[in-house]
């Protein structure tokens, strides 16, 4: 398998080590009234989808940047990677 | 006082040099290495440093050569310079001086140990190696991957059948049977 890395281009997935669903990134406020409930759920409840999946890859043999690929998990076809902290910064964190 | 002996990163009193076929690996003790990271709302003045040091801020994928000090592409806003341990054993010191508050400067001499692989060849002992198209690669061109599980850095040097590689000091042994393992298999 190839990842198709936004900065340095193709490259063998053996560079790489995943994680998870890219939901991760979404922290819930822990101040939130519902705080609890909200880290319930972010740790523990995950969707299991037969199609596209949006996930956490680390570049760990390579620049060592975390990506977010949108993987279908029934071909592997990979059809976007994108640079987490472009993702996060996009919805105002780390700015 | 104490009386210490230096050795080099395989544990000799000088740098280990095998010569297989056309090709030639040596160990090269006399990098000075610092590594740039730019400070968030900074990196543009990071950037402006880097380029007056060394004349351009390589991209991904890239170093810029240059003397004394030099530059590679690590990452997002970093860098890792290099430039000659004799004159400039406190290459962190002098980056930091220049840097200020712009970039974290982390000293990485002796993090890492430095072979350079020349001669016929060598493309067929990447290949051996790592998952690098060691054959695109250009001078200038500076690329990190994995050569038996140790992540390390490939610099295309200037002239283009010299190689630089980068690896992680305490695991200098295992990189360099790695490397002369491939060589012996090439020649």
Redesign the interface.
Known sequence: MIIDHP???P??S??FVYLGDARMLDRPDPDAPDAARAFYEYGYLRDNPAGPHRELWFH??????WLVVTRDTVTHEITRVE?A?DVARAKGR?T | MHSLTPITALGGAQPRIDTIAEMTLTENPGLALASIAARRGHEEACKDHLRALIGDVPGPGRSQLHDPEAAFWTGPDNWMAGAPFDTHEDLAAQLKARFGETASITEQTDAWVCFDLRGDGIEAVMERLCAIDIRTMVTGDAQRTVIHHLGFFVLRRDPADWLRILGPRASAGSLHHAIVTAMKAVA
Request: hydrophobic share 20%; no cysteine; charged share 45%.
């Open positions: 900065l340095l281009g490259r063998d053996s560079e760990e043999g390579g620049d060592r940047s640079m902290r780390s």
